[in-house]
């Protein structure tokens, strides 16, 4: 298979989704081999009563950008998050983030994955690590990989 295509397929499948379309709808992704990158610009929707973004926003982006750093070199089945941890540095509370991930390790149906969490100034406010296997789910156009 195309690795461009792949990836580009990938992406489509992210964007497309209804959490992203429907919730989060500045998303942006772009997937490399072993490395993905995931944007949000933030709104005054996901803050917390304190006024700054609710940790489940760091989370979501940087498991996003674990998750498809991990799924970028998988070409037959969905690999799915099977643990994810985040240490949270710095509260945020408007602009644009970026995380960025890196697959770490990868055995036959378990990957590991590292992602950090920057503000648009460029420092870093979050970072996390995962666990990922293959699932029994095949990349098809049924889940939206077109």
């Known amino acids: 298979m195309d690795k461009i295509n792949h990836y580009k397929k990938l992406e489509n499948m992210y964007l497309k989704a209804n959490i992203n379309t429907d919730l989060y709808s500045t998303t942006t992704v772009k997937i490399e081999e072993g490395y993905s990158e995931v944007g949000l610009t933030i709104s005054k929707k996901y803050f917390h009563a304190l006024g700054a973004i609710h940790g489940s926003i760091y989370f979501k982006l940087l498991d996003d950008a674990s998750f498809w750093s991990v799924n ?20 945020v509370s408007s602009g644009k983030l970026l995380a960025k991930g890196k697959l770490k390790f990868k055995s036959k149906n378990i990957f590991h994955a590292k992602s950090y969490l920057y503000n648009e100034d460029g420092d870093e406010i979050a970072f996390g690590t995962g666990s990922f296997c293959k699932s029994k789910i095949l990349l098809s156009s049924d889940i939206g990989y077109i």
């Not at 089945?77 to 099977?82: A, D, P, Q, S, V």
């Open 72 to 91: 970028s070199v998988v070409h037959d089945y969905f690999c799915l998050t099977t643990s994810f941890n985040i240490q949270l540095l710095k509260p």
